[in-house]
Structure formats: structure tokens, C-alpha cells
Nanobody, 118 residues
Framework: QEDLVESGGGLVQAGGSLRLSCAVSPGTFIMHAMGWFRQVPGKEREFAAA????????HYADSVKGRFTISRDNAKNTVQLEMNGLKPEDTAVYYC???????????WGQGTQVTVSA
């Protein structure tokens, strides 16, 4: 099993909502910042949102600010990405990532597909 496992992706119409979840695999515990990136085939993987371990400092890309909300539950060792007002340009594979003590983006999930139809 991968260290990080995403879920919640799917097909939704423009203007709709989805909630993505990122779960840490058994035997792994992340005590650092975590976040979400997204990638379209042929494009660079781009930053979407991130949150500190304490949850006090969220960061968002300009493209999703005001529409997406990142949160985490350290007791359950999960990270959520609530996506509202989805647009066709949000269509991508969404990847969960986590920092380590040594480096940022040390851990990655396999991704979950989000498709937004017009």
C-alpha cells in the first residue's frame, strides 16, 4: 500500500462540488505540512493547496482560492480538499503530498481523477 491514498474523485457538472480525502497508510504517520497538487496530461503538475501540521496556515493557488478549502484531522491522520463551484478547467488528476523533516513533497499518492463537465 502507498503511504498516501487519495479518494473522492469522480465526474461532476460545472458548478458542482466534490470532496477529496487523503488517508495515510497503516504504519505511517505524517507530522508535517500536507497538500494537494493537480496535473493534466502534457502539463506540469501544479500546486493547488497546502496546510501546516497545526492547520493554522492554509495556502491556495490563485486559481482555486475562494472555491477550495483544505483541512486536516491529525487524530485520524487525514487531509481533505473540499471543492466548490467546480469549473471544467479544474479537470485533472489530483495528488496528495506530504512534507518530511528532510524535504518538501517527500510523499505522494497515486492520484484521483476529477472530471468536470460543462
Amino acid at each position: 500500500q502507498e503511504d498516501l491514498v487519495e479518494s473522492g474523485g469522480g465526474l461532476v457538472q460545472a458548478g458542482g462540488s466534490l470532496r477529496l480525502s487523503c488517508a495515510v497508510s497503516p504504519g505511517t504517520f505524517i507530522m508535517h505540512a500536507m497538500g494537494w497538487f493537480r496535473q493534466v496530461p502534457g502539463k506540469e503538475r501544479e500546486f493547488a493547496a497546502a496546510i501546516s501540521y497545526t492547520g493554522d496556515i492554509p495556502h491556495y493557488a490563485d486559481s482555486v482560492k475562494g472555491r477550495f478549502t483544505i483541512s486536516r484531522d491529525n487524530a485520524k491522520n487525514t487531509v481533505q480538499l473540499e471543492m466548490n463551484g467546480l469549473k471544467p478547467e479544474d479537470t485533472a488528476v489530483y495528488y496528495c503530498t506530504a512534507d518530511s523533516t528532510s524535504a518538501p513533497y517527500e510523499y505522494w499518492g497515486q492520484g484521483t481523477q476529477v472530471t468536470v463537465s460543462a
